[in-house]
């Protein structure tokens, strides 16, 4: 099977130009975002993360802070450790990494932080606003997201969209931009998840596939019609014995065997990965400069 640039949504591309965009609005404007990045607890995949988002920092000129606390802080600490943040005027943005340990109220922290610091858009504030159309901290990865549909030109107006998942984090607000009276959206959306009868019903009949549902490959050629866009968000590890470490990473989608139908698709990964970060960093640069809240 031959995979040609035509049909590939560069994920890591895009991401590279608008990190190149944020990096020279730093410098143009001769100012210094603020990140406050929180990671409580080991877990390896989150340790990577907020590393990458430190170091993505660095590389455009921003001031960050990294407080890493370890499994037993107790949420009463991890509170004030927020609110510390939410008022220091030298950070802009305030990222607490999830998942959090089991014994702290993960709604409680999101909800502590300052809505005009949310550069997740996790608070219910931003949620809302997004929810109704109003100007807001978008979730970095919906935000990348729509980035990819309008940079490539995907044509969503009247479109019938079909999101499978229905996280807070994904699933949700894609669904919910996609809604909106906007250049970019227009879209007639639908929701499939767990209790979803026959989910492949209705992706036939979708122009656009979303799939931010955790399972890997779920998503069949059989599952799709012809010449559909698929935004694979999906990041999995599946079992690969011809690589050093046994394994390998593939999204929600059947890449190889849905390629052919589709009219362009996120390759997994340097899709929808690198995105994410790219528009944390958009969004600290906005909190900033207050493009979103004065």
Do not use: W
Not at 77 to 87: D, G, Q, S
Not at 147 to 166: D, F, H, Q, W
Not at 175 to 195: I, M, P, R, W
Request: proline residues 4%; charged residues 30%; positive net charge.
């Amino acid at each position: 099977m031959e995979v040609t640039d035509k049909k590939i949504i560069d994920g890591k591309r895009i991401s590279e130009e608008i990190l190149e965009e944020v990096k020279r609005e730093v410098k143009e404007k001769g100012i210094k975002p603020g990140i406050a990045l929180i990671l409580v607890g080991n877990d390896p995949a989150s340790e990577i993360y907020v590393r990458n988002k430190g170091k993505t920092c660095e590389a455009l000129g921003f001031h960050s802070v990294i407080e890493k606390r370890e499994d037993n802080c107790s949420e009463e600490e991890l509170l004030a450790l927020i609110e510390k943040y939410n008022n220091d005027k030298k950070i802009h943005g305030i990222l607490v990494q999830l998942p959090l340990p089991k014994h702290i109220n993960e709604m409680k922290v999101i909800e502590a932080v300052n809505y005009k610091k949310d550069v997740d858009g996790f608070h219910p504030i931003n949620a809302g606003k997004l929810m109704i159309g109003e100007k807001c901290f978008v979730p970095c990865t919906p935000a990348g997201i729509m980035e990819l549909i309008k940079r490539y030109n995907i044509e969503t107006a009247g479109k019938n969209v079909v999101v499978i998942g229905r996280s807070n984090i994904v699933g949700k607000p894609i669904g919910n931009l996609l809604l909106q009276k906007d250049k970019n959206a227009n879209s007639t959306v639908t929701f499939c998840h767990s209790y979803t009868k026959d989910i492949a019903s209705h992706t036939r009949n979708a122009d656009i596939i979303i799939a931010a549902i955790g399972k890997a490959l779920f998503l069949k050629a059989d599952m799709i019609k012809e010449g559909c866009a698929i935004i694979d968000v999906g990041i999995n590890k599946i079992e690969d014995l011809t690589k050093k470490s046994g394994q390998r990473t593939v999204g929600d989608v059947d890449f190889v065997n849905c390629y052919p139908k589709v009219s362009m698709i996120t390759p997994v990964p340097k899709g929808v990965g690198p995105m994410t970060i790219a528009m944390l960093m958009k969004n600290t640069l906005d909190s900033a400069t207050k493009k979103v809240y004065n």
